[in-house]
């Protein structure tokens, strides 16, 4: 079983910083795109930033562009967002994602985390 678990939600002052947290655990192989998305209230899911496997290749939404800066961890398996500049309209719930293969052979397969809510209010 694969598990993607997300910490450092909370609440935040307008202007502040945040840092989330993703690790993987379980039975992978190996990692490959691994990212974060969100989900306001009454709004679709949106991508939010991703990153691949070594890191050199970085995309971010346009309205978090300069503020929110994605990172990962390879050792850990895990993968982190560092919200700078926080405003009202970043409140949501915050996904964690990874493109994944359980075995050398099987297919990369998509895993979500469980989300963690982010709220920005003063």
């Known amino acids: 079983q694969v598990q993607l678990v997300e910490s450092g939600g909370g609440l935040v002052q307008p202007g502040g910083s945040q840092t989330l947290s993703c690790a993987a655990s379980g039975s992978i192989f190996s990692i490959n795109t691994m990212g974060w998305y969100r989900q306001a209230p009454g709004k679709q899911r949106e991508l939010v930033a991703t990153?691949?496997?070594?890191?050199?290749?970085?995309n971010y939404a346009d309205s978090v562009k300069g503020r929110f800066t994605i990172s990962r961890d390879n050792a850990k398996n895990t993968v982190y967002l560092q919200m700078n500049s926080l405003k009202p309209e970043d409140t949501a719930v915050y996904y964690c994602h990874a493109l994944l293969q359980v075995r050398r052979l099987s297919p990369v397969m998509v895993y979500w985390g469980q989300g963690t809510q982010v709220t920005i209010s003063s």
């Open positions: 990153i691949t496997t070594g890191g050199s290749l970085t």
